[in-house]
């Protein structure tokens, strides 16, 4: 006996047979750009040379930049007529941007992918984070910070930056499985939970991505982690700004770790224990060589900054693989610029904190969204 008209459609509805699959939902990347006129167009083409078959738009904030990163923004929108949009960022401040390109964002978007001025999507990054959204059930998903250097000083940093040694095993830098992560680089999240979370936190200028994940996971969401998802990021071009970005960031850690102690681990201790140590035995060594004291305590004090060199001389030999002679020069000197420079923003930022509250002030550190 054959099934009756309506009843063959009952049961193709229920299995899912004979109907059309759900349209892919709206997406909108956000960017931040502040002087970044090298990187911005291949940025933001990068965005539209997406293989997303859904619809998909762009929002840039710009900072106050001192080159042409708003005028070519600018120009860009244009050529992008009805899928890019510019707002302004007056801070310049990372997280302020984001919420102001979240504000600017449709009504009809589910999806929210955050990018930078200075990072570079691979074509099917949309899609796969799309996929994996909506296979995992998680609020944000996100993959690996690919650095890639086109000097020899660029592509040592980027070793540094990809390898334990540098930025500890995170795997988010070094990669690893896929599954439930405490952050992920960047972000593709879904538009609810920016909602609920009320976006990014203005204050934490640094780190804010790893606060806002906090946040999420407080709500009982997921944060999930896929390798697959390869973004990369450029490098810092000298010393002085490598120092400066690793010491900002030491900076913003101990603002993180203020806010929720319980995060604190062996591996964001490690570079400020390193720098207070180190710290240390040059101090005691420069004392007892201008008083001629004791060559025991000397020993014992060269006997730090001798161990660390060995580390940092050991763990680059055994990762350098690959790299031109000249970026291997760099290597040693990199790292150890990061590990200090990271480690004294650390402390200088404790320091600051316990002078403050030494004198009956007390700095307030918000917590909550800063949309």
Not at 41 to 57: H, I, M, N, R, W
Not at 173 to 194: I, K, Q, W
Request: glycine share 10%; no cysteine.
């Amino acid at each position: 006996m054959s099934a009756a008209p309506d009843d063959a459609a009952d049961a193709a509805d229920a299995s899912g047979v004979g109907s059309s699959p759900a349209p892919p939902p709206t997406v909108t990347v956000i960017m931040t750009a502040l002087e970044e006129e090298k990187h911005l167009t291949a940025a933001v083409e990068s965005v539209f040379t997406q293989d997303y078959d859904g619809p998909l738009d762009l929002v840039v904030a710009v900072g106050p930049s001192r080159d042409s990163t708003r005028a070519l923004a600018d120009r860009l929108a244009r050529e992008h007529a009805d899928r890019m949009q510019v707002v302004d960022n007056p801070t310049g401040r990372t997280p302020a941007g984001l919420n102001r390109a979240i504000a600017a964002i449709g009504p009809g978007t589910t999806v929210v992918v955050r990018t930078d001025g200075h990072a570079t999507l691979p074509p099917s990054y949309v899609r796969t984070a799309v996929d994996v959204l909506q296979r995992t059930g998680a609020a944000n998903v996100g993959g690996m910070m690919v650095p890639e250097g086109s000097t020899t000083f660029e592509r040592a940093v980027a070793r540094a930056m990809s390898e334990p040694i540098g930025l500890g095993s995170v795997p988010f830098h070094v990669g690893g499985e896929a599954g439930p992560a405490d952050t992920v680089y960047l972000g593709v999240f879904t538009r609810s939970v920016l909602d609920k979370t009320g976006g990014f936190d203005e204050h934490f200028a640094r780190a804010q991505d790893w606060e806002l994940n906090h946040r999420i996971r407080d709500l009982g969401e997921t944060v999930w982690f896929d390798p697959r998802l390869q973004v990369t990021y450029r490098p810092r071009p000298n010393l002085r700004r490598l120092a400066t970005q690793f010491h900002g960031s030491g900076r913003w850690r101990w603002q993180i770790i203020r806010a929720y102690p319980a995060t604190a681990s062996a591996r964001y201790l490690a570079a400020p224990g390193t720098t207070f140590v180190l710290g240390a035995a040059a101090a005691t060594l420069i004392g007892n060589a201008a008083t001629r004291r004791n060559r025991v305590v000397g020993a014992i004090a060269g006997a730090a900054p001798a161990g660390y060199l060995a580390v940092v001389l050991g763990g680059a030999a055994r990762s350098r693989r690959g790299l031109s002679r000249g970026a291997s020069a760099w290597y040693p000197a990199v790292l150890v610029t990061m590990h200090l420079s990271w480690g004294s923003g650390f402390l200088a930022e404790m320091f600051s904190d316990a002078v403050t509250a030494a004198r009956g002030r007390r700095r307030r550190v918000p917590v909550g969204g800063g949309r």
